[in-house]
């Protein structure tokens, strides 16, 4: 394979490497190039990004507020055991 | 003196704390056990607090690094990768497979962001993953840290971290796909 062309196996894992870290100057140019030419790996990147988007959303307590008080009081005696001992 | 600024905290933050560490551990158990875990940790060290950082800044990171102490124990075991599953979604030559080549979505993203049943299809999709895809899935999202230092403080090497989180992401994506579209 040319140098300058990534397979989109590799396209993919450098999207996410790129989530962390920088691209070399070589990698960036690799991976432009691969987007302008499939339209699978660009889409693949658009859906990676809203991914990572909707994961970091996600999640909300199924506490309730008596459930909340409940492990406060529970704390509480813990901390209480705590500094008697 | 001291007991009663740490019962005030108690009742300020134990709903937030609660609620970050359910969502990075998806169990409700392990999640009261490690705010409990935090807050004995702050009682000991609470000589060391020197107020440089807000109480509650405080207690998170006292709190993320229970989280990751949870996952370090959990995953001891070394991680499998199962190579099989490149071939799910990739030719020898690295090209896509027929059929596994991501399809434009056509939705804003704002739009899928927002719909419920959206966000229902990627929990699903998410849960469906093996255990540790999972994790390191989450794991990026605690704190502020970079990848590459969790993954250190995991004992995985920087090219095995890649590995999981891009193969927990093209199943991700598959899976969000094939149940989003097929029920729209």
Redesign the interface.
């Known amino acids: 394979m040319h140098l300058l062309f990534l397979s989109c196996y590799k396209a993919t894992e450098l999207m996410e490497k790129r989530f962390h870290l920088n691209l070399s100057r070589k990698e960036k140019i690799q991976l432009r190039l691969h987007k302008m030419m499939c339209t699978a790996c660009a889409n693949y990147e658009k859906e990676s990004i809203l991914i990572e988007k909707g994961i970091s959303k996600m999640g909300n307590s199924p506490m309730s507020t008596s459930e909340v008080e409940a492990l406060k009081k529970k704390i509480s005696d813990k901390l209480d055991q705590y500094h008697a001992s | 003196m001291q007991?009663e600024q740490?019962?005030k905290w108690?009742?300020d933050f134990?709903?937030e704390l609660?609620?970050w560490a359910?969502?990075k551990t998806?169990s409700?158990i392990t999640a009261?056990d490690l705010?409990?875990e935090t807050?004995?940790a702050a009682?000991e060290k609470l000589q060391s607090f020197k107020g440089n950082s807000a109480p509650k800044t405080w207690l998170f990171s006292i709190l993320n690094h229970k989280i990751i102490d949870y996952y370090r124990k959990k995953n001891s075991q070394p991680i499998l990768i199962n190579d099989n599953l490149?071939s799910n979604?990739?030719e020898e030559?690295?090209?896509?497979k027929k059929g596994k080549?991501?399809?434009?979505?056509f939705e804003e993203?704002q739009q899928?962001?927002d719909d419920e049943d959206?966000?229902k299809v990627?929990?699903e999709c998410?849960s469906a993953l093996p255990e540790i895809w999972n994790h390191c899935?989450?794991l990026?999202?605690l704190s502020e840290k970079?990848?590459?230092e969790i993954c250190q403080e995991l004992d995985l090497s920087t090219t095995n971290f890649?590995?999981i989180?891009?193969r927990a992401?093209?199943q991700?994506?598959n899976c969000?796909?094939g149940n989003w579209y097929q029920n729209n």
């Open positions: 007991k740490l019962k108690v009742n134990t709903d609660y609620q359910f969502y998806s409700a009261e705010i409990q807050f004995l009682a490149f979604f990739f030559d690295g090209d896509w080549r991501p399809q434009n979505w993203e899928l962001l959206f966000q990627l929990q998410m899935l989450q990026k999202y970079k990848g590459a890649w590995q989180v891009h992401k093209l991700v994506r969000v796909e």
